[in-house]
């Protein structure tokens, strides 16, 4: 199993350029989230998704969009990047697995400035 | 989100101690929390959970306690090594389970 795939590793963008982060899980998970992480802040959520076609916000959902037309992937869309979105971003995925509680499986993350 | 604080940016200790890091969280008890590793450019790997009616969590060298009294959980690596230098984040869920919010991590440097 690959697990959890993102793409690209690395990227930079111009203020007000659009793009889109990859990610795939080959877990049969339900569950996708992104995230970012900033220094000294901590990974926040951004969007999640309960199945394909569901979707939902996070803690810091403005600026970006996602959909889930699969279960595999989730894609996440920066529609008009800006300085601030500048950062780290990882996807994850999860079941209830046998404990009953949402272990994450991360990627190994995109790495985003925005100039 | 609910908010969760780890107390202490960089610890730095010899191998062979112990570490000891700190996550306090605000708010209601959660049903339980868990524990992350992350090295330098990689994504969080889970360690361990532990839930709420559950004093203590060990696995190998890693000891985690739940103390829903002081509202914290202990992260303990003990016979530390410099293999074990990396961040570690506590996290906890909020609102649905699959759902959680990060601490910032506590950076943990083990001298040989």
């Known amino acids: 199993n690959a697990g959890v795939t993102q793409t690209p590793k690395f990227q930079v963008l111009k203020t007000g350029q659009s793009m889109t982060l990859q990610c795939a899980q080959d877990m049969n998970h339900e569950y996708m989230s992104w995230y970012r992480q900033d220094p000294g802040m901590g990974l926040r959520l951004i969007h999640y998704s309960v199945g394909a076609g569901i979707t939902d916000q996070g803690e810091v959902p403005n600026g970006y969009n996602v959909s889930r037309s699969t279960t595999e992937d989730f894609p996440l869309r920066l529609l008009s990047a800006a300085p601030s979105q500048t950062s780290v971003y990882f996807c994850?995925?999860?079941?209830?697995?046998?404990?009953?509680?949402?272990?994450?499986?991360f990627g190994p993350g995109t790495r985003l400035t925005v100039t | 989100s609910q908010k969760i604080e780890q107390n202490s940016e960089a610890l730095n200790i010899q191998e062979g101690k112990t570490a000891t890091l700190t996550c306090n969280y605000t708010?209601?008890?959660?049903?339980?929390l868990q524990w992350y590793r992350q090295d330098p450019g990689r994504g969080p790997v889970f360690l361990l959970l532990?839930?709420?009616?559950?004093k203590e969590k060990r696995k190998e060298r890693l000891k985690v306690t739940f103390d829903t009294t002081l509202k914290q959980s202990l992260f303990h690596i003990t016979a530390s090594q410099p293999a074990d230098s990396a961040t570690y984040l506590c996290a906890r869920p909020w609102g649905n389970d699959y759902k959680l919010s990060f601490g910032a991590g506590t950076t943990v440097t083990v001298r040989a």
């Open positions: 994850a995925s999860s079941s209830p697995g046998t404990s009953g509680a949402y272990e994450q499986y």
């Open positions: 708010n209601y008890s959660p049903a339980y």
């Open positions: 532990i839930r709420e009616n559950e």
